[in-house]
């Protein structure tokens, strides 16, 4: 008699290759939790399209490395290209657009399109590395590397007690700066502490996820939790959440429906925010029955 061989279904599947994919799962939960903390400051400042113009400038720091690698001879690691351009590009925005006589969307609309575009020239003349472009820009995070998913969770870990140590005083001068210079808070050091950490952890986690998944933790991760009108400690605690449960959840939804990782941990994003905005349709009426 033939013996019919059954196909392993996907969960036995993923249980089967568990090391595997570990550290991507590990790696977007981290990046996830630790952006959807940041994108409060950046939702509530204003600062979107700050978030967008560094995203597009680490893939470009990871694709001059790469010309630098393969054109010029040098080596130069990726990460460290994504982590010094993006932070240079958060400082450089820091800059009073005034000074130029140009507005601060005007700024940030020039740094993300000659971002976005450079990283596609430069793409185009490495073609080698053509698939890590394309990974870089739109995020296929199928696999991380320990080095990725260490320098993920350092870089995370660090900034994570760094802003929960000086919560109060970086809050403070985001959200009330008349405020913390009259109380005589550092207003500069806090600002660029914050503008630092947000151009490090895009920097970090745009090599290891790519830069489209980036900026959705970055931003849609709090536009979710404001939705609620929480405290503004609470609002912190579930970006955070909604952060994480975009990165992981994200890949293990890509997973198992055979879709880009990237582009799912995004959709996903944005289906948080819509679950939200029917949580707060439905809490309204209770509240207003109560």
Known sequence: ????????????????????????ILCALIAGCVLG?????????????????????????????????IHLGVHVDPLVGAVVLSVAATLLLMVEPARLRLSRESLLGCAFAFAGGAAILVGDRIAQEAHDIQGILFG???????DQLQAVAVAGGVLMVLHLWWFRGIAFVSFDRIGATVQGLPVKLLDTVLMV??????????????????????????????????RL????????????????GGYLFAYFYDFPVGGSQTVLSGVLVLLMMLVRLVQVPFKHRA
């Open 1 to 24: 008699m033939e013996t019919t061989l059954l196909e392993p279904s996907k969960w036995e599947q993923f249980q089967a290759g568990w090391e595997l994919f570990r550290d991507p």
């Open 233 to 248: 400690p609470w609002t912190f605690f579930t970006a955070t959440v909604l952060g994480g449960i975009a990165g992981a």
């Open 37 to 69: 903390f940041l994108s409060v400051y950046v939702v509530l400042r204003r600062m979107v399209f700050v978030s967008a113009a560094v995203t597009n400038t680490a893939g470009l720091g990871v694709a001059l490395a790469f010309f630098a690698e």
């Open 140 to 146: 296929t995070a199928v696999l991380v590397t320990p």
């Open 197 to 230: 950490s947000i151009g490090l952890m895009v920097g970090v986690c745009a090599r290891a996820l790519g830069a489209l998944p980036v900026f959705a933790f970055s931003t849609l991760s709090a536009i979710a939790a404001l939705v609620l009108d929480l």
